[in-house]
Nanobody, 119 residues
Framework: QVQLVESGGGLVQPGGSLRLSCAAS????????MGWYRQPPGKQRDLVAD???????NYAGSVKDRFTISRDNAKNTVYLQMNSLKPEDTAVYYC?????????????WGQGTQVTVSS
């Protein structure tokens, strides 16, 4: 079992910054990936960025030059630094954990944190 707790969301003006955190607890697999997904109002949930236990990263094209994902394995925490925020970034942001053992993958989601970019 893995539990995920997200924090750091809020209301910011366009051009501002936010830092999201996701703390994982429980049985963390040595081979894993953690990432952030977002769901704007009335839209589907899509990948923002993810990072593997080996440090490989992947970003959505719309955020690649503005967001940075990182992780602290000692704290079992993944971060998303969001700069130059735009109104189009408004969404509920969800943390995701995927862990592998043999060929079985385990998938867990956080509850989500609201990010609103508005003047």
């Amino acid at each position: 079992q893995v539990q995920l707790v997200e924090s750091g969301g809020g209301l910011v003006q366009p051009g501002g910054s936010l830092r999201l955190s996701c703390a994982a607890s429980g049985s963390i697999a040595s081979i894993n990936a953690m990432g952030w997904y977002r769901q704007p109002p009335g839209k589907q949930r899509d990948l923002v960025a993810d990072i593997t236990s080996g440090g490989s990263t992947n970003y959505a094209g719309s955020v690649k030059d503005r967001f940075t994902i990182s992780r602290d394995n000692a704290k079992n925490t993944v971060y998303l630094q969001m700069n130059s925020l735009k109104p189009e970034d408004t969404a509920v942001y969800y943390c995701r954990y995927r862990g592998s053992r043999s060929f079985a993958w385990y998938d867990y989601w956080g509850q989500g944190t609201q990010v609103t970019v508005s003047s």
